[in-house]
């Protein structure tokens, strides 16, 4: 059975840090992409960043370049986002998706990241 | 980057109808590239659809695909009540991957 469970949200003020993590189980990690996407509260679905399967390459949506890095620790099972810099408009749910050929076919159940002062 | 965007807002039916989403891009997704998602209050998305019109695994024949080039659709021959949900496009044909802004099929 495939899991993807997300963890490390959070309220946190405007310019500082957190890292998300994903723990992934029931299908072969290291042979799979990765995606991060989130959701602002009542609102559609962006896409933020993804890892190869190796982690080799690695892709960002323009509103977190800089910003965000995604990786991965194929030994662990876990991908991560390191979120610095953030912004209010950073608040969101934040999915972690597994894909196939870039579409998304498993989603954890996602974490909330609030950046409020 | 491509914008998708999804017809109607809301779509207002009654269990056993019809219901035909809409997702129309911005310009031409390449090899029919686009997916569509299925989610419910307080839960991630399910994929329903890739390629426009494969169905994923477990989705019921109900559900159906098509389209081409700009215009794409999603039917739902008779809806069940486990159907009403927010649907969501997504094309990954070019990069940046996008998402349309969703149709919520609400009851009746």
């Known amino acids: 059975q495939v899991q993807l469970v997300e963890s490390g949200g959070g309220v946190v003020q405007p310019g500082r840090s957190l890292r998300l993590s994903c723990a992934v189980s029931?299908?072969?990690?290291?042979?799979?992409?990765l995606h991060w996407v989130r959701q602002a509260p009542g609102k559609g679905l962006e896409w933020v960043a993804a890892?190869?399967?190796?982690?080799?390459?690695?892709y960002y949506a323009d509103s977190v370049k800089g910003r965000f890095t995604i990786s991965r620790d194929n030994s662990k099972n876990t991908l991560y986002l390191q979120m610095n810099s953030l912004r209010p408009e950073d608040t969101a749910v934040y999915y972690c998706?597994?894909?196939?050929?870039?579409?998304?076919?498993?989603w954890g159940q996602g974490t909330l990241v609030t950046v409020s002062s | 980057e491509i914008v998708l965007t999804q017809s109607p807002g809301t779509l207002s039916l009654s269990p056993g109808e019809r219901a035909t989403l809409s997702c129309r891009a911005s310009?031409?997704?390449?090899?029919?590239?686009i997916a569509w998602y299925q989610q419910k209050p307080g839960q991630a998305p399910r994929l329903l659809m890739y390629?426009?019109?494969r169905r994923a695994t477990g989705i019921p024949d109900r559900f159906s695909g098509s389209g081409s080039g700009t215009d794409f659709t999603l039917t739902i021959s008779r809806l069940e009540p486990e159907d009403f949900a927010v649907y969501f496009c997504?094309?990954?044909?070019?990069?940046?991957?996008?998402f349309g802004g969703g149709t919520k099929v609400e009851i009746k």
């Open positions: 998706a597994s894909a196939l050929l870039r579409y998304f076919d498993h």
């Open positions: 029931g299908f072969t990690f290291s042979d799979s992409a």
């Open positions: 890892i190869s399967y190796d982690g080799s390459n690695r």
């Open positions: 310009q031409s997704v390449s090899s029919s590239y």
């Open positions: 390629v426009a019109s």
């Open positions: 997504q094309q990954y044909g070019s990069s940046p991957l996008t």
